[in-house]
């Protein structure tokens, strides 16, 4: 497994198929504003190859409501660290 592959994605082994699980979200460091937040879930989520239906979804929920709604979002679909 390469180093890009571990870095940026979670992944569960189940006999011998690999599953990729979330994507990873690095928040410690970054700027806590909600725009930035989104964004860098939505990077993440391109960078895993999410279908666009997928990625407007997830975008829709983390919106919808207020910061701690998009938080939780964030911690439902991506790895955050």
Known sequence: MDDFFKDH???AIIGDKKKLEKPIVNLLGQDGNAFTVIGL???AARQAKWPAEKITQ????????????????????FDVR
């Open 9 to 11: 994605f979670v992944v």
């Open 58 to 77: 997830v975008q829709n929920e983390m919106m919808s409501s207020d910061y701690d709604n998009l938080l939780a979002t964030a911690y439902k679909y």
């Open 41 to 43: 879930c939505l990077k």
